[in-house]
């Protein structure tokens, strides 16, 4: 049960200080006092949490990863190039494997688990975990994360570093609940790339993941972060998701979703200086009876801005996924280009794809447009590759892997590509 007394407990085996409990036990205040989202709730009207028992979870307290538990050798695989700045491998929030390079501690750089963030800088820490990015009280699970989160990956980049590595981060759930929180501050004038992992094991037990992904973009600064989850099919999913941009910031956002039996994800990009830039590139694959919910923000808080946002999914069985997504423009903020686009495949009768864009526009000075398409292959395109040789069930999945092309060109790694190619590929066999 997630009670006061285990949030007490939680902070006391992290040896935590005051403030991150003073943090925790607020938080647990909001939680308590926040209704469970219904579908009389806009945003969460399109998914229902019906056969979701909360009080069926408890928080993981003691610490202890199972001890015959072990990473998927695929997750602790090298994705990126060469030459890895950093690796941190977590099971049940605790980490197993930690590694960075030399040249990137002689340069400031601070890249470890959020637990030890908090001991060793809780400078960096208490003033930046919860307080720009995303907050505790934007809702039941944002608030239920604040209280009990253990686990997650922190990265600091000082300014004007040029972090050429990337570096690697891999959580791996055994026990089933997590609540990861991952935070990412790249000051001004600095470049990173960091590559985040989630998976878990198969259960007949339900599980949870509450999860809250902070990215901080300093002026002139620039981040490369590409998110990868491919959870089992047991896990309830809920995701609070804020990048902050500053003034000729970059941001580029990869995220894949492949797993879970329930995600509902919350992410937002909030442009807040002159001359900010953001490119979000998603994509999804359900199955089974898979239920996605994705609500995308584009907030342009200043002029000049840019972002670029494209989605694209394809569905089977009697799966379902929902897209809604908004660009908002302030009245001060001119000389706006925003674009959004959600794009989804239909490969079975019974799957459903609701895909609902939106903009709010208080300024003159735009150019803000969006795109949403929900289709099905043609019979056209196969017969047009059958007439060339290829196997009806070939032809399916090479139509499949072409649809996710314009999203796998975004991705800057072979080795990312390949790992969500092949994942594609699995899913689409069964075409």
């Excluded at 979701?52 to 202890?64: A, Q, R, V």
């Amino acid at each position: 049960m997630f009670t006061q007394e285990a949030v007490e407990k939680l902070s006391a085996s992290l040896n935590e200080p005051q403030w991150m409990l003073d943090l925790r036990l607020a938080a647990f205040e909001q939680f308590t006092a926040l209704p469970m989202p219904t579908t009389s709730d806009e945003p969460w009207r399109r998914t229902t949490l019906r056969r979701f028992k909360i009080n069926t979870f408890s928080p993981s307290i003691n610490g202890d990863a199972s001890t015959d538990a072990t990473v998927p050798s695929h997750m602790a695989a090298q994705l990126t190039e060469d030459t890895v700045g950093g690796v941190l491998v977590q099971i049940d929030g605790v980490t197993q494997r930690y590694e960075i390079s030399a040249a990137l501690q002689e340069q400031g750089v601070i890249f470890c688990d959020m637990s030890t963030a908090v001991s060793e800088h809780p400078e960096l820490v208490q003033k930046h975990f919860m307080t720009e990015a995303v907050k505790a009280d934007e809702g039941k699970f944002a608030a239920l994360h604040a209280a009990f989160w253990r686990g997650g990956t922190f990265l600091y980049v000082p300014k004007n570093v040029k972090a050429v590595a990337p570096l690697h981060s891999a959580l791996w759930s055994q026990n089933g609940h997590t609540f990861t929180h991952t935070l990412v501050l790249v000051e001004q004038g600095a470049e990173v790339v960091i590559l985040d992992e989630y998976e878990s094991a198969e259960s007949p037990n339900q599980a949870i993941h509450n999860g809250v992904l902070e990215l901080l973009v300093r002026d002139n600064a620039n981040l490369t972060y590409i998110g990868l989850q491919d959870f089992a099919k047991n896990m309830w999913q809920f995701n609070h998701e804020c990048g902050r941009v500053g003034r000729d910031g970059k941001l580029n956002w990869v995220t894949s979703i492949m797993g879970s039996r329930l995600t509902k994800a919350f992410q937002t990009i909030e442009l807040d200086g002159q001359g900010a830039y953001a490119q979000l590139s998603g994509l999804f694959f359900t199955d089974g009876r898979q239920h996605f919910d994705l609500d995308t923000q584009q907030n342009h808080n200043a002029g000049d801005t840019v972002s670029d946002l494209l989605y694209k999914g394809a569905l089977r069985g009697k799966s379902r996924s929902v897209w809604q997504g908004m660009i908002k423009v302030l009245p001060d903020s001119q000389r706006i280009d925003g674009f959004q686009a959600n794009r989804n495949l239909l490969l079975d009768s019974d799957a459903r794809a609701d895909s609902i864009p939106g903009l709010e526009i208080q300024a003159d000075d735009v150019a803000c447009t969006h795109a949403s398409t929900i289709g099905k292959i043609q019979p056209e395109e196969i017969f047009y590759l059958m007439s060339r040789g290829i196997e009806e069930n070939i032809a399916r999945q090479i139509l499949v892997e072409g649809f996710f092309n314009p999203v796998m060109a975004r991705i800057p790694f072979e080795g990312v590509r390949d790992r969500i190619a092949e994942r594609i590929l699995e899913k689409a066999r069964a075409i």
